[in-house]
């Protein structure tokens, strides 16, 4: 699905939904910036957009439509024989985590910057686009003044899509600390090993993440304005901030694993310890049982009137008297 939205120097919407062979008309005319928005595109629209249309270098367009396992920016500059303008291509994740699945699912956003045009290639639909597009509908917004402060206005909401993340995360985590010192079994060992992965999926993805952030604001990039530099540094910050939360749940799930390990360490030692007290407390009985078991032809203290019920009585009564001793004791 191809959208396009054509806004003035002033952040008003000129256009909507220009047709593809319009759209290179748009790109010549100085006072209006071009947007156009790929969601899950056809490698027909792909190639109608990013080659015929825009001409971008054939890595970038390949990055752009395959899926880019780390998040990257590179700075393409035209050189003889090249018939694109000078941009910035982008491949930047968003993230979602489900208390459902466990799992941190990750979809990719890509763009192409340049002094008048963004170009935002997507598989799936993404919150940060759509919030976007919306601020669009309110009367010259200062958003789409410039493709550098839409580009920022896409971060900014992308990382803060990772809080909620990071929220459903903390939850499960405090579900987790209550199962673990409750009722620990072999099931919350699997669940915080895999909450454990996935927060070093989600870690993997923030580091290169952080360092793209990081050199849009130093200022690396010359379609990048200077006015602009503030707030790329916000948005670094944020996410900044965002890596230390993840560490500290690293962290956390590290405590955890600790706890668990503690508790079933200690549901062993009861188990081993009532079995022990057992054994003992039915070693009188074992013992005579056993010496008066023996099928001897005399055995002289059987003589004694009610022998059976003496020793019956003896095993009984020592029995007793060391499980109250044990009692007293508080070993049980």
């Not at 997507?122 to 200062?142: F, I, Y």
Request: charged fraction near 25%.
């Amino acid at each position: 699905m191809i959208r396009s939205f054509a806004y003035t120097n002033q952040g008003a919407l000129h256009e909507q939904d220009i047709e593809p062979f319009v759209m290179p008309t748009v790109l010549a005319d100085t006072s209006l910036f071009l947007w156009v928005d790929l969601e899950d595109p056809t490698p027909e629209e792909s190639r109608l957009v990013l080659e015929n249309i825009f001409h971008f270098h054939p890595l970038s367009i390949e990055d752009a439509t395959k899926e880019t396992l780390a998040p990257k920016v590179e700075e393409y500059e035209p050189k003889e024989d090249d018939s694109f303008a000078p941009y910035l291509f982008v491949a930047i994740h968003a993230v979602d985590y489900s208390r459902k699945d466990g799992v941190f699912a990750t979809s990719e956003l890509n763009f192409f910057l340049g002094k008048n045009f963004l170009v935002t290639v997507h598989d799936l639909a993404m919150k940060a686009v759509t919030v976007t597009a919306e601020l669009s509908r309110r009367p010259k917004s200062k958003v789409f003044r410039s493709p550098d402060r839409v580009a920022y206005t896409l971060l900014d909401s992308l990382v803060d899509h990772y809080k909620p993340a990071l929220d459903e995360l903390s939850l499960e985590l405090a579900r987790l600390e209550t199962e673990v010192i409750e009722d620990p079994s072999q099931s919350t060992m699997h669940k915080i090993l895999g909450i454990k992965r996935e927060v070093l999926h989600l870690r993997q993805i923030i580091g290169p993440q952080r360092e793209v952030l990081h050199r849009f604001a130093l200022g690396h990039f010359g379609l990048i304005r200077p006015k602009m530099l503030p707030y790329f540094r916000d948005v670094y910050d944020s996410l900044f901030r965002i890596s230390d939360m993840a560490q500290g749940y690293a962290d956390s799930l590290t405590g955890i694993l600790h706890v668990y390990l503690s508790m079933v360490s200690n549901q062993t030692g009861d188990v081993v310890k009532l079995l022990t007290l057992i054994t003992v407390i039915t070693t009188p009985m074992m013992v005579l049982g056993t010496w008066y078991g023996m099928n001897f032809r005399n055995m002289p203290e059987l003589a004694l009137p009610n022998g059976y019920g003496t020793i019956a009585l003896i095993a009984a009564s020592s029995t007793v008297v060391t499980y109250w001793y044990f009692k007293r004791k508080r070993w049980l």
